[in-house]
Nanobody, 115 residues
Framework: QVRLVESGGGLVQPGGSLRLSCAYS????????MAWHRQAPGKQRELVAA???????NYADSVKGRFTISRDNAKNTMYLQMNSLKAEDTAVYYC?????????WGQGTQVTVSS
């Protein structure tokens, strides 16, 4: 069974930075993509950033230039470096793993941007 565990969330002031981590474990033969999604109160879950197996990355327009997704295969961990945080970045952040034909979600980590 595949398990994803997020960490690194918390309370940060506007303009600050956080780094989220997603450690994955279990029987994974081949990863096609990994991604971070977020869900703010009263809103739908949205894609924040994704990294495809070949190394290509995609970002939501709202985070381009501020967030960076990366992965460390040796540590089975994915990261989301978040800089210049804004109040509107407040949400629960979820990591997502796609390993066809399966996929998995983490439990989420809260990020709150507030002064």
């Amino acid at each position: 069974q595949v398990r994803l565990v997020e960490s690194g969330g918390g309370l940060v002031q506007p303009g600050g930075s956080l780094r989220l981590s997603c450690a994955y474990s279990g029987s994974i033969f081949s990863i096609y993509a990994m991604a971070w999604h977020r869900q703010a109160p009263g809103k739908q879950r949205e894609l924040v950033a994704a990294i495809i197996s070949g190394g290509n990355t995609n970002y939501a327009d709202s985070v381009k230039g501020r967030f960076t997704i990366s992965r460390d295969n040796a540590k089975n961990t994915m990261y989301l470096q978040m800089n210049s945080l804004k109040a509107e970045d407040t949400a629960v952040y979820y990591c997502y793993l796609q390993y066809p034909p399966h996929s998995a979600w983490g439990q989420g980590t809260q990020v709150t941007v507030s002064s």
